[in-house]
């Protein structure tokens, strides 16, 4: 199975052609040129009007681009990335590696999860991450509300996380769906919130437009991932390193990521005790009135 890390004993007939032709191009169509390059990830996921979007041109300028590069069009560009891209790695797959490496051996697991747990933390630790959860803390005090953006796996953790901001009293909202379902989501976002998003290397379409409609608002971004080349990363206002111990093909692991949304939680609780302390007697005076009452 070739992975995505392997990409690179491919044919790079967009780079071959970016670097022969691009020279060529006028400035704005140069632009757009730079971006299929470099953001070949997006460009996957991307219509012309999106691709336009993120460059500040039309969806016309973006399909003259293409065919400048000599392709037939964005389809023709996006099946020539994904022959050199290769297949991903599925959940299975990585699942069969995982498995496989353990050899059904229950202490191998054990290690296996503690090893990347402690990795994870220990990478946590690290003086930069330390700064941008400061940074993120920051933010996150003068929030209107906070959203927390995370799907498949990571929209449990979107959940969990929305409701503990809320408890802590500060409104929270998980941002978690697909399709229609996150459109209807999007939109409690206001001015004055701040976004949580939970996004590896892939820039799929929920995320993007997730982000793209923080940008419209200008709604601060702390991104929490492990792909540091990600485009994300260029357009989060914080960014905390989170290792998720998939290293090889190996299965992820979301706990690492759970620490660092309560790291988050606690150090704004902390930050605005007072308030926290306010809202959780809150909680704890409503809870009373709704304990059946007892009959004597």
């Not at 069969?96 to 933390?121: P, Q, W, Y």
């Not at 697909?178 to 379409?205: C, F, N, P, W, Y």
Request: charged letters at 25%; one cysteine or more.
């Amino acid at each position: 199975m070739i992975s995505r890390q392997q990409q690179k004993n491919r044919p790079d007939i967009l780079g071959d052609r970016y670097r022969a032709r691009a020279h060529q191009l006028s400035p704005r169509l140069q632009s757009v040129a730079r971006y299929l390059h470099e953001q070949r990830e997006a460009v996957l996921e991307s219509t012309a009007l999106e691709i336009a979007a993120a460059t500040g041109t039309s969806d016309a300028t973006v399909v003259r681009t293409v065919q400048a590069l000599g392709f037939a069009g964005l389809r023709d560009l996006k099946q020539t990335l994904e022959k050199w891209f290769g297949p991903a790695l599925s959940s299975e797959e990585k699942m069969n590696t995982t498995l496989t490496g353990m050899s059904c051996d229950v202490d191998a697991s054990i290690d296996f999860v503690l090893e990347g747990h402690k990795r994870a933390c220990e990478n946590l630790a690290q003086p930069q991450n330390r700064l941008a959860v400061a940074k993120a803390t920051a933010l996150l005090i003068e929030a209107r509300q906070v959203a927390v953006f995370g799907i498949s796996a990571s929209g449990i953790l979107a959940d969990y996380s929305a409701r503990q901001f809320s408890r802590i009293g500060v409104p929270g909202v998980a941002l978690n769906r697909t399709g229609i379902g996150l459109a209807e989501q999007l939109l409690a976002l206001q001015r004055g919130d701040v976004l949580i998003i939970m996004a590896q290397k892939s820039a799929h379409r929920e995320g993007v437009t997730t982000v793209r409609e923080a940008k419209r608002l200008n709604i601060p971004i702390i991104l929490l991932t492990h792909a540091s080349d990600s485009w994300f990363v260029k357009e989060a206002d914080v960014v905390i390193n989170v290792p998720r111990g998939e290293e090889n093909g190996m299965m992820p692991l979301h706990g690492s990521v759970l620490v660092c949304l309560e790291m988050l939680i606690l150090s704004m609780a902390s930050a605005v005790a007072q308030r926290t302390v306010k809202s959780m007697r809150r909680i704890q005076d409503l809870y009373k009135g709704l304990k059946p009452v007892s009959k004597k």
